[in-house]
């Protein structure tokens, strides 16, 4: 988790499968923050415990998002989030939120998102082509859970017949943008049969 908390003594056991969006991070910047927390204090009272994580402690640690999306907490100009600011530094060490600020530092000095269709803004070579497309068959739009088929944008789901129309499309073109020695890979893992689609560039 941003390598902020150190991982319980013992490992957690078990595994959480989500069955919503609602199991997950919460939507709202003050909601985040304030499910961030919550994770914290929790690894901290597991640690202090030295126990694993139960069933419904790891639903509670699964609502962590990271601090990426929720900046605004380290602004010391954002009155707003005193209350959570002063908490958060009580929770982490110095040298944690000193870490925390870094990264959401690093991020807002260096992130850039384009917006378009694959490659359309792509400029120049690069190293790591990181594929999160559609996978989803066009017919089997309808087996989704009712918060991704209704909410979701049809672009992010609808993967073409067998689901890897745009795997086949980045795949096809990634030769010329990638450079020398750069790798494209899939962030989901190929289904069990199926091609491994990591295509290092020689």
Do not use: C
Not at 39 to 57: C, F, M, Q, S, Y
Not at 168 to 188: E, F, N, Q, Y
């Amino acid at each position: 988790m941003d390598g902020l908390v150190q991982q319980p003594q013992q490992p957690l056991t078990g595994r959480f499968t989500p069955s919503s969006q609602g199991d997950l991070a919460p939507s709202g910047e003050r909601s985040r923050i304030h499910a961030n927390l919550h994770v914290i204090r929790l690894l901290r009272e597991l640690e202090e415990a030295g126990r694993p994580a139960n069933e419904d402690k790891r639903a509670q640690l699964a609502r962590w998002s990271g601090w990426g999306a929720v900046p605004n907490v380290f602004d010391e100009r954002k009155s707003e989030y005193a209350a959570e600011r002063a908490e958060l530094m009580e929770l982490l060490s110095k040298e944690e939120y000193a870490a925390a600020r870094r990264n959401i530092a690093d991020v807002a000095a260096d992130g850039r998102v384009y917006a378009g269709d694959l490659y359309d803004t792509l400029h120049g070579r690069v190293d790591v082509l990181v594929l999160n497309a559609p996978y989803v068959p066009t017919e089997e739009i309808g087996l989704l859970p009712a918060e991704a088929r209704l909410h979701g944008p049809r672009v992010a789901l609808d993967g073409g017949a067998d689901g890897l129309d745009a795997q086949r499309r980045v795949s096809a073109a990634a030769p010329l943008w990638l450079a020398p020695g750069g790798h494209l890979t899939d962030r989901d893992e190929p289904a069990p049969g199926a091609a491994d689609r990591r295509h290092p560039r020689p």
